[in-house]
């Protein structure tokens, strides 16, 4: 397969402009597996939380302490056609997660609207304000230490 050499510029181009902040962002991501998880510093309320939607083969992992435990963030609602096909990514996810050894939790849901869906109806210039309430959205679900 050849790519196109347009396609290999654009591609050259982000890589180079975003090699600082790449770089940061791999850097912190080993530095947080180094460290593993950070589930034994919690208080047993705050790992209560984190547990108590997981079924027992996920508790009994969990509290070892050592398996990771991914979060996923989803924009999966039943409003958007578009949308359909996430509704089953959090259990496919999680089957992944336990052939390696882990657990995967839905950590958060992001809002999300169809730019098709609203094209010429009132409100439409919300959807694109909506991706820094998106962004926002996964970050706050992205932080919860119990993972």
């Keep these: 397969m050849t ?3 347009k396609v290999l510029e654009v591609t050259d181009r982000i890589r180079a402009r ?3 902040t790449r770089g940061l962002y ?3 991501l080993a530095a947080a597996k180094d460290a593993g998880p950070r589930r034994a510093s919690l208080a047993c309320g705050n790992q209560a939380h984190g547990f108590a939607a997981c079924g027992p083969g996920d508790k009994a992992v969990l509290k ?3 398996a990771p435990n991914l ?6 609602n039943d409003m958007l056609s578009a949308h359909q096909p996430y509704e089953t990514y959090p259990e496919l996810i999680r089957q992944a997660a336990r ?3 882990g657990v995967a ?3 958060g849901g992001v809002p ?3 730019d098709g869906v609203t094209q010429g109806q009132t409100g439409m210039e919300l959807s694109l304000f909506s991706r820094d309430a998106i962004a926002m959205a996964a970050a706050i679900g992205s932080v919860a230490q119990h993972l």
């Design 71 to 76: 979060g996923i963030i989803t924009a999966y």
């Design 64 to 66: 070892g302490d050592v």
């Design 18 to 20: 975003s090699e600082k």
């Design 3 to 5: 790519i196109h050499p």
């Design 105 to 107: 939790q839905v950590a």
């Design 112 to 114: 999300a609207m169809c």
């Design 99 to 101: 052939e390696v050894g």
């Design 26 to 28: 791999l850097d912190r």
